[in-house]
């Protein structure tokens, strides 16, 4: 398996912005499908943003405009920039890496928006 490492969560209040970071070591990364995904207390799992290998994006309606999903091949790292932050975005964000032969997620990191 491919081993994920987030990093970046945290309490935030509305309006305001985050990083988050998810490297994969030694993975084989520039061709990989990767994504982020999150989960709120009682709800199921969901897409946030998708980035391909040649860089063509694809986010979900609900974050499009303030979420900025991009990666960095030669440091092997995956990032969500997340601005105007909302109540409804607080979760556990799940990074995910995927090929046709490995579908690894990263061990989540909570998100809180809140005043």
């Known amino acids: 398996q491919v081993q994920l490492v987030e990093s970046g969560g945290g309490l935030v209040q509305p309006g305001g912005s985050l990083r988050l970071s998810c490297a994969a070591p030694?993975?084989?990364?520039?061709?990989?499908?990767l994504g982020w995904y999150r989960q709120a207390p009682g709800k199921q799992r969901e897409l946030v943003a998708t980035?391909?290998?040649?860089?063509?994006?694809n986010y979900a309606d609900s974050v499009k405009g303030r979420f900025i999903i991009s990666r960095d091949n030669a440091k092997m790292t995956m990032y969500l920039q997340m601005n105007s932050l909302k109540p409804e975005d607080t979760a556990v964000y799940y990074c995910?890496?995927?090929?046709?032969?490995?579908?690894?997620w990263g061990q989540g990191t909570q998100v809180t928006v809140s005043s």
């Open positions: 980035i391909l290998g040649l860089g063509v994006t």
């Open positions: 030694g993975s084989i990364f520039s061709i990989a499908t």
């Open positions: 995910n890496y995927r090929t046709t032969r490995w579908d690894s």
